[in-house]
């Protein structure tokens, strides 16, 4: 086996191996909070943080103005079904345009594979949703995990790792991961400013939400192998011939 063929499959093997760490991890942490809150113990918490995003005196109305209210209802509809769904069928149609099959299978697994690990952990553990203050936002299943953050996390995260994988500039690579975060944040926090979530259910949401997207880039690296990943710089130029 040529040297260099040899360095490549092995540096894909170490970072592979590294995600792999980091999903069990992050799936670690998701037990680790659902085991707290089935106990109770971040109940203080979340109602402390819950009544700090309202006006006191006044638990029915959110700090802010009503154009903040209205903007936060907004942001939390980008992690809602609809808005996901529409954007993993883009990002789907949009690799399979440029002949990304991996890049599209990963997308649309990793999207399906959340919705369905959300619903069935909510069911599990049905935990009623937060009756501390009126729901800003139509809510009708169980609270944990945050389904909203849970599949924000997986769907943008997914298809910034995607994305990243085919650009070779380094500084397009970041920003495409800061605004995946940023939305992630915000739909995560919108959930709890509206108070249809406790917090606990959100941040159990992004572990669960992270664990698919770094399973995802397991799989991109393990399964879509080194053609499929840009390089990171340019391609060096190759001599003319004659």
């Known amino acids: 086996m040529p040297q260099i063929l040899r360095h490549l499959l092995q540096r894909v093997e170490s970072r592979a191996l590294i995600l792999m760490i980091a999903a069990a991890a992050a799936l670690w942490a998701f037990f680790g909070i659902g085991g707290e809150m089935g106990e109770g113990e971040t109940l203080g918490l979340d109602r402390r943080i819950l009544l700090a995003l309202r006006e006191p005196g006044d638990i029915s109305d959110p700090i802010g103005s009503q154009s903040l209210q209205e903007a936060m209802r907004d942001v939390t509809a ?3 079904v609809t808005v996901v769904t529409l954007v993993t069928v883009v990002g789907v149609l949009a690799f399979l345009l440029h002949r990304k099959r991996w890049h599209a299978g990963i997308l649309a697994g990793t999207v399906i594979l959340a919705d369905i ?12 949703r937060p009756d501390l203050v009126p729901h800003g936002s139509y809510v009708y299943s169980a609270s944990f995990p945050s389904g909203h953050s849970t599949l924000s996390a997986a769907t943008y995260l997914t298809l910034a790792m995607l994305i990243s994988s085919l650009e070779p500039n380094r500084g397009t690579k970041g920003m ?9 944040l915000g739909i995560g926090f919108s959930r709890v400013y509206l108070g249809v ?14 664990a ?7 799989g991109l690296l393990r399964l879509g192998g080194r053609d499929q990943v840009a390089d990171n710089g340019p391609a060096a130029p190759q001599p003319s011939a004659g």
């Open 212 to 218: 698919c997207a770094l399973a995802a880039w397991t």
């Open 176 to 184: 495409v991961f800061v605004l995946a975060l940023a939305l992630v």
């Open 78 to 80: 980008l992690g809602g």
């Open 197 to 210: 979530h406790w917090p606990s259910d959100v941040l159990a949401g992004w572990c669960l939400g992270a």
């Open 117 to 128: 690990a959300s619903e069935g952990l909510k069911f599990l553990y049905d935990r009623p």
